[in-house]
């Protein structure tokens, strides 16, 4: 049963204080929550600020980045012209680009691949700032096997597929978005490329003011880095009414109406061709479960609750974004924020809300989720534990506090499932807890008490924290622990949000995580002293920096 109008503000306004608190639980500054349907904007509400230091309000009007929602647009995009006989879902994508000097690998992937994340590319370096050269300084990356596919996400695909359509058109793939979709939909005050010209009408982006370490509730924000951006994985840039007007049109497809600027032909397209999985899912009690996430063509194809959704998450340096489409109901919803790519408030915050709507749909309450993620009540890791120096870590169940080195401090949960913490001593990486009972904080183990004293052994000239310019992945540690590497990241749009193993795979190459698969590398530069001075990420070099 479709949600009346008055329903679906009846939910929003249940949501709102839960939208306004998160500015104190996550790395967030403000944002703007929206519902649609098929004839376009429902409600909308916005929170917390736009710009902190001048004290600007978050209004439905501003404009945010919504980073790879983008990619919905560069599938419509190479939708057309496989219907219009120009391309086709199953050829190689190096025919078209015999000037980037792609690896025969990579000149292979498939344009269906591409669009699927199931070509077997890692996830790309974002290192320089136009698609043309990412793509030439990518041109030998590892290409993993895709037989049989799996669904392993990757901006570069897309920025292939963007200099793909410039190929066979001679037009930028902005240039496309914005005459073919953008105009047609009525995304009126949206942009297919995000200029210096566009600067004030954008919410200011955010970050945490120390990317050196994880962030936890208290930290300080600071304006992220602002660039112009065209790329195929992430262009666009749009306000609630935009995006509204996006919704709209997907559900009037998904209902069969013909005519619209995404056709109904279109819309089955993009939801039918599936990978095996889709993007990771986050649904704290509160929301609903999701069922099934398939990746389909520039869109996560979702069995949420009983209803058949679309969704997709947008992450940018100072933006983060999620839209959810509700073909069942037909009842989209939007959040767009300012936090920056790797916050998962709009996710969490847009199934806070779906959920909500379906309540009202169906006549039952549904209690909202809670995000505050400071530690209470039961917790699987409490005790007393000692580190490799016989140092107790005290961990209390009942209020979430640490006890460590005669100092005390909070713990805090992340929505991956890791933990944060403000004690001074234990800043630098995240907590996590290990299903032998143990805790490990970088190349710390914490082992309980009684179980005797960690080793941690030498330290590899690999060990060390590197940092490079990019804002998207700034900095990592790598750690040595029981004799293997680790990869540390505190945060950053585009690092993991996991401790990953490295696997040397040849010498001083390794292999980014500890499944064979994975297709990404980080390779050691020279040694000096003992330590090694800089590595190269799938492309991007990062040097060791001078403060460990």
């Known amino acids: 049963m479709r949600p009346s109008p008055e329903a679906a503000r009846r939910a929003l306004s249940r949501v709102a204080p839960l939208a306004e608190a998160s500015t104190r639980h996550f790395p967030l500054a403000g944002g703007v929550l929206a519902l649609a349907d098929r004839d376009g904007l429902v ?3 916005a ?43 199953g050829d190689p994508v190096g025919a078209h680009l015999p000037w980037a000097g792609l690896s025969p690998s990579l000149s292979r992937a498939r344009v269906v691949g591409l669009l699927t994340h199931t070509a077997g590319l890692p996830l790309g370096s974002d290192g320089l700032a136009d698609d043309a050269g990412e793509l030439w300084a990518s041109r030998a990356v590892a290409v993993a ?25 001679g037009r930028r793939l902005p240039e496309l978005v914005a005459e073919w979709l953008l105009g047609p939909l009525g995304m009126a005050t949206a942009r297919s490329e995000i200029a210096w010209a566009d600067r004030g009408a954008l919410a200011t982006g955010y970050a945490p003011a120390r990317p050196d370490r994880p962030w936890v509730p208290g930290d300080p924000l600071a304006p992220a880095p602002y660039f112009e951006t065209d790329s195929a994985a992430g262009n666009v840039a749009a306000g609630a009414a935009d995006m509204a007007a996006l919704v709209a049109a997907l559900l009037r497809a998904a209902a069969g109406e013909a005519g619209g600027a995404i056709s109904p032909e279109t819309f089955a397209r993009v939801t039918t061709t599936l990978a095996p999985t889709g993007e990771p899912t986050h649904t704290p009690p509160g929301t609903l479960a999701v069922s099934a996430s398939r990746y389909g063509l520039g869109l996560n194809v979702e069995r949420v609750g009983e209803s058949l959704c679309v969704t997709h998450g947008g992450g940018m340096v100072g933006y983060s974004t999620f839209l959810l489409v509700d073909c069942t109901l037909g009842l989209g919803v939007v959040v767009l924020t300012n936090a920056n790519g790797d916050a998962l408030a709009s996710h969490l ?14 006549a039952t309450t549904l209690a909202l989720p809670d995000l505050d993620p400071a530690v209470r009540g039961a917790l699987p890791g409490s005790g007393a534990f000692v580190d490799d ?12 506090r ?16 890791r933990f944060v913490t403000d004690h001074p001593e234990l800043r630098t990486f995240h907590l996590d807890h290990h299903p032998g009972g143990h805790w490990t904080h970088g190349p710390t183990t914490f082992a309980p008490a009684g179980a005797g004293r960690p080793a941690r052994g030498p330290s590899p000239a690999l060990a060390g924290r590197y940092r490079s310019y990019s804002p998207w992945y700034p900095e990592f540690r790598v750690v040595a622990r029981a004799g293997r590497l680790y990869l540390n990241a505190p945060g950053g749009v585009e690092a993991p949000d996991e ?14 995580g500890a499944d064979p698969w994975l297709p990404e590398r980080l390779v050691a530069g020279p040694v000096r002293d003992g330590e090694v001075v800089a590595v190269v990420r799938d492309g991007l070099g990062y040097s060791r920096a001078f403060r460990a």
């Open 43 to 45: 409600d909308s509400f």
């Open 47 to 89: 929170f917390g600020h736009a710009d902190l230091e001048r004290g600007v309000p978050t209004s439905a009007a501003h404009l945010f980045e919504i980073g790879s929602i983008s990619k919905l647009f560069t599938s419509l995009v190479i939708d057309r012209l496989v219907a219009e006989g120009r391309l086709a879902h």
């Open 145 to 169: 096997d895709v037989d049989p596919p799996r669904f392993h996400y990757s901006n570069l695909g897309y920025l292939v597929l963007g200099e793909v359509a410039r190929a066979l058109t």
């Open 349 to 362: 915050l847009a199934r806070a809300l779906h959920a909500q709507v379906v309540a009202e749909a169906s």
């Open 389 to 400: 120096e016989g140092e107790a870590l005290l961990v209390s169940a009942g209020d979430g």
């Open 402 to 417: 640490l006890s460590y080195r005669g100092l005390e401090g909070a713990l805090y949960s992340t929505p991956t499932g």
């Open 499 to 512: 401790e990953v193993e490295l696997i040397e795979v040849a010498p001083g190459a390794y292999r980014i």
